[in-house]
Each structure stands twice: as C-alpha cells, then as structure tokens.
C-alpha cells in the first residue's frame, strides 16, 4: 500500500508530489508490460478494504454484549439448532430504541484510520479500474473533502488514468484545477458543518458539603456521546469544588494521579479527557458505569 501523499492530492503545494509519482510511473510502464490480470486483483483486493470500512462494531453487537444473559435466557426456551443466533435475531428485531445502540457503536468506530484507508484504496481500485480496460479509455479525478475527527477539512483529489503515460488534470489545466478545488472546498464547507459542542441535559448537583455529585443515569439507554458531556461536565465541577482555575489537566492527572486524587480508595482509573476523540467508548463507558456506581448522592465513597 502506497503512502498517501504519494497518491492523491491533498493540497495545492501537494501537487508536485503526485506529478513525480506519476513520472515514476510512467517510467515503469515503458520497460514493463501492462498487467491487467495484475489490475483486477487489485481492484479486488481494495473493493474488499472498502466493505471492511462498513464492517465495525454495530448496534447489534452492542446488544448482545449488553443483554447476553437476557439473550441466553430466551434461547433457553427454544428449540432446535442455533438457539442462541435465534433468540438474539428475534429481541433485537423487537427492540425499540435500536438507534441508541447505533449510535453508541459508532462512538467505537476508527475514523481517521477509514478515512486514510478510503484514500489509499480508492486511488489503487480506480487506477486499477482504469487500467484494466472493461470501460474502454477512460480518466477519472475524485474529488473528496473529509470533516476528521478533530473538525477539519480534509480536501483533496484522486486521478486515475486509462495509461500511465497520461498526465494529470492538475498538471495540464493548473488554473482551472485551482479555480474549480477553491469551489469545492466551499461547497464542502457548506454541507459538512462541523458538529456543534455536546452540551449534557443532566445536572450536577453538590451534596451538603458543597461537594459534586454524579447524576444517576439509566446505563442501558444513555449514548456514549451523552456520557462524554456528562463526564466533562462533571469532573470541570470537581476540578473547580477542589479549588483548581481552568480546565482540568488532564495530563497531569494521568501521569500523576496521587496528586489529584486518593489512589487507594479510587483504583485503576483512566482520567483521560471525554472529549478527546482518543478516548474509546468503552472507556467512557467503564467510567461512567464507575461514577455511578461511586459517586452519585447516595454513593458512600464519591470521586474527588
């Protein structure tokens, strides 16, 4: 697998980098013969990465992870093969919020590393496409724009050719590859709005001593997404009841944690930053189910 910046363009001043890949090629195509069986594979092989992207963690896994008791429980009652694949075919065909665990899936999902395999792959099945000769000569530019994890704009173009000896769009008509890369990436401005900060419905309340305290939530129906800003939202109460200015230091809590906390009552913790799109949703989820069961007003022993 080639590395990106070797196979699209992703900025302007990228452009010089695809043109000298494409000259690399065209050097190997005059003492080497087109392979096209060669091709086909390779279409093959990327069309497969492309199914892989759709692959991940769904909500049904979500829910047979979740209710595996409940699940073997009815299976118990069938008869037949396959009892367990039954009974989790039939509840989740009854669940009604099967949105939530949806959407809680997703929060698992790898992101950037899809984005980054979208590319490679569709410049390698599209060059493949091309070169393979069942559309006849053919050119093909992709043009693509990603909102990334962190919230930008990822804006870049993949062409493809019938012959490797074909120079690109870009390298031919260099004003108007600008002109036209300048309105896509106004139009993909446009229709890819960045998310807007998840504000938490639940309210942090102090207990007697002034001390915060962990909203009681329902585990089974809250989203990863709703847990992060209830975490956030929390632990910014705490950081401020014990009398720190700012954000909480994530960092220095993570390296440190004897200095921010009792270790020996509040064991293995991972205080990583819930908004930080690194922190998986089993993480926030572990913490979460840790915080309620904790800390909420009727814990004995809460966070602080």
């Known amino acids: 697998q080639q590395s990106i910046e070797k ?3 992703n900025a302007r001043d990228k452009r010089k980098k695809v043109s000298d890949n494409e000259q690399l090629e065209k050097q190997n195509a005059t003492s080497n013969a087109h392979d096209t069986v060669q091709c086909v594979q390779t279409m093959r092989t990327y069309a497969r990465l492309f199914r892989s992207l759709g692959s991940a963690v769904d909500g049904k896994a979500i829910y047979k992870t979740k209710h595996e008791k409940k699940i073997n429980a009815h299976a118990a009652t069938l008869e037949g093969d396959d009892t367990f694949k039954r009974a989790l075919k039939e509840l989740w065909s009854a669940e009604p919020n099967k949105a939530l665990y949806e959407d809680e899936a997703k929060q698992t999902w790898n992101i950037a590393q899809n984005q980054e395999d979208f590319v490679s792959g569709a410049f390698e099945t599209l060059k493949g496409l091309c070169q393979y000769g069942h559309l006849g000569k053919v050119e093909m530019v992709l043009f693509y724009t990603f909102r990334n994890p962190s919230g930008d704009l990822e804006t870049g173009s993949i062409p493809a050719h019938w012959t490797p000896e074909n120079p690109s769009f870009h390298d031919e ?3 108007e590859y600008d002109t036209f890369l300048s309105a896509w990436e ?3 401005g446009k229709v890819l ?3 807007p900060e998840q ?3 639940f309210e942090i309340k102090l207990d007697a001593n ?3 305290r962990f909203p009681q939530l329902d585990l089974e129906r809250i989203q990863v997404l709703e847990q992060r800003s209830v975490l956030a939202a929390y632990l910014m109460a705490l950081w401020k009841f014990a009398g720190w200015a700012g954000s909480p230091a994530y960092a220095e809590i993570l390296n440190a944690p004897n200095d921010f906390y009792d270790t020996t009552v509040h064991k293995d913790l991972l205080l990583k930053d819930p908004n930080d799109k690194n922190a998986k949703g089993h993480q926030i989820s572990a913490l979460t189910d840790y915080f309620v069961s904790t800390s909420t ?3 004995s022993f809460p966070f602080e």
């Open 7 to 9: 196979t699209f363009t």
């Open 186 to 188: 106004e139009y993909a």
């Open 297 to 299: 007003a009727s814990g």
């Open 199 to 201: 504000k938490s419905t």
């Open 173 to 175: 008509y260099t004003e």
């Open 210 to 212: 002034g001390r915060p």
């Open 193 to 195: 709005p960045s998310e």
